[in-house]
């Protein structure tokens, strides 16, 4: 266990619920026996304990002590005798999360484990993405061979000894600093060249998620005359993402997990957003050293009769958005 407290540089709003948490949970694992695995985030200890381990908090409920949970289950029984680790949880398919929650988690096991990293399992559900297993050989040096699938419909699995790692942040997603080194150790080293590219990051593939920009024709064209290269970062390999974020002088783009690949960009990046205040972008921004600028007004949360976040900005809104961020600029 590693504990430590978050830096004193001070915060803008010191009675904002969305400031950094004082005092950090500390980093590590728990190794365990005989824990039930039945779908991503959803753990169960000793037939008496549920963990359903979502974005780091863990919610308890009592099963009856007699039952056990294993046999008496009608799914296919898979059963791990070699110690294997898991990590990952609800969402974990998403771009965003696997940066956030789970990526930071197999590195802690790593960090501690050394060279024996190496030999370990994973379990991971059989559907998922192949960037995930991409993302896991380039950051930690995983191979392809040590993870296990099952299928989170069909099967339950038992581990005979199972490795739990910490989540990496505290509360309102106030991070940990090993975030911010192992996310800085895969990036390529910066020279003393100012930087000068600037992003946006669009979402104009994304036409039928729930959040809508309804200027963003506006949005991009003006971002294209002002110097910005509009991409769409799913075209890109991991490789090419991290060349990309590092390279940055300016990043912006709407609400939305996308933006988190400014983990890979250096202090003093300036990260703007369309949107509403993002607690986990905000706390990127603290963490990484960079700039953030928001444009709330006229952005709209999800109704009953709406299930949409609607961002709907003004052409003066998004000229004064841009002229803030190139200002900033150094």
């Not at 809508?212 to 991009?220: G, P, T, V």
């Not at 993002?278 to 709330?296: P, S």
């Not at 006229?298 to 200002?327: A, G, H, M």
């Amino acid at each position: 266990m590693v504990w430590e407290l978050t830096d004193d540089h001070g915060w803008t709003y010191d009675y904002h619920w969305k400031r950094p948490t004082q005092d950090l949970n500390p980093i590590g694992f728990y190794s365990v026996r005989n824990l039930i695995v039945t779908r991503p985030g959803s753990n169960i200890l000793s037939t008496n304990l549920v963990y359903d381990c979502a974005t780091g908090i863990d919610n308890q409920r009592s099963i009856p002590q007699e039952d056990d949970y294993f046999l008496q289950s009608h799914k296919n029984k898979i059963i791990i005798d070699e110690p294997v680790v898991i990590g990952d949880g609800v969402s974990f398919d998403v771009w965003g999360h696997w940066l956030i929650d789970y990526l930071p988690r197999f590195a802690v096991v790593k960090a501690m484990m050394d060279e024996r990293f190496s030999e370990m399992k994973i379990l991971l559900p059989h559907f998922s993405p192949q960037w995930i297993y991409r993302f896991l050989e380039l950051a930690l040096g995983f191979r392809r061979e040590n993870i296990i699938n099952y299928n989170p419909g069909s099967d339950i699995v038992l581990c005979r000894e199972a490795i739990l790692p910490s989540y990496c942040y505290t509360n309102e997603f106030s991070f940990h600093s090993f975030v911010r080194d192992f996310y800085t150790s895969l990036t390529p080293a910066s020279g003393k060249e100012k930087k000068t590219r600037k992003i946006l990051v669009s979402r104009s593939d994304f036409l039928h998620s729930n959040r809508q920009l309804s200027r963003r024709a506006i949005f991009e064209e003006m971002a294209l005359e002002r110097g910005y290269e509009i991409i769409h970062p799913e075209k890109f390999s991991l490789e090419e993402q991290i060349q990309i974020f590092s390279e940055a002088a300016a990043v912006v783009g709407e609400h939305g997990s996308g933006m988190h690949s400014t983990l890979f960009s250096g202090s003093g990046t300036v990260v703007g957003c369309l949107g509403f205040w993002n607690a986990v972008q905000l706390h990127i921004g603290y963490l990484m050293g960079h700039q953030n600028v928001y444009v709330t007004r006229n952005c709209k949360w999800p109704t009953p009769e709406n299930n949409q976040y609607r961002i709907e900005c003004t052409e003066e809104d998004l000229k004064s958005f841009f002229e803030k961020v190139d200002s900033l600029i150094r």
